[in-house]
């Protein structure tokens, strides 16, 4: 897996991304992680739906509560868009943390066994094998509209411009 060019940090030290850089217009690449009960889920099973991507971390941290409590909470704004939250965290712990918060609108799946996500989108953070935050919003033709690595870990993302660019499409 190479690097790419994006920059991002931990409690402003730097961290390197690995995988191939995403970008706005680019065809979204289909990828295969795990879900609940240990099933496979693909970006193929939402064609002709558009697909809000909301990556993170792990659920064991205070943002990447946040985030996902958003995301969970702005459904009905996003006009039918599937949200597909992804992490490296394992399926049980995933499911746990939703059953938990109450989380019902969000899918979570897990990019542990492969990085198979990461590595396509570019969300690999090389230190420590886990996924950077950010939000990436494919259209239904399965174009990538909207792209998002934030680049301090320990921010949570622009939700406003990613609901924004849902309304769009």
């Known amino acids: 897996m190479k690097e790419n060019s994006v920059e991002v940090t931990f409690a402003g030290s ?11 217009g680019d065809k979204a690449p289909d990828f295969k992680a795990v879900g609940a009960g240990l099933n496979p889920v693909k970006l193929s099973d939402f064609t002709g739906k558009v697909v809000v991507i909301a990556v993170y971390p792990s659920v064991d941290t205070g943002i990447c509560v ?15 868009a599937i949200i597909l939250s992804i992490s490296c965290d394992l399926p049980f712990a995933q499911s746990r943390f939703c059953d938990a ?6 899918i979570t799946i897990s990019d542990h066994k492969d ?8 969300f690999v953070i090389k230190e420590l094998r886990l996924l950077a935050r950010g939000t990436v919003i494919i ?13 301090e870990i320990t921010h949570e993302p622009n939700y406003e411009a990613a609901i924004a660019a849902v309304k769009s499409l």
């Open 101 to 106: 918060e109450g989380l019902k609108n969000i």
């Open 139 to 151: 259209d239904a033709a399965g174009i990538v509209r909207y792209v998002e690595h934030v680049t």
């Open 66 to 80: 946040l985030q996902n409590r958003r995301f969970n909470s702005e459904l009905d704004q996003l006009n039918g």
């Open 14 to 24: 730097p961290l390197t991304l690995m995988g191939n850089e995403i970008k706005v």
């Open 115 to 122: 990085l198979d996500f990461g590595g396509k989108y570019g």
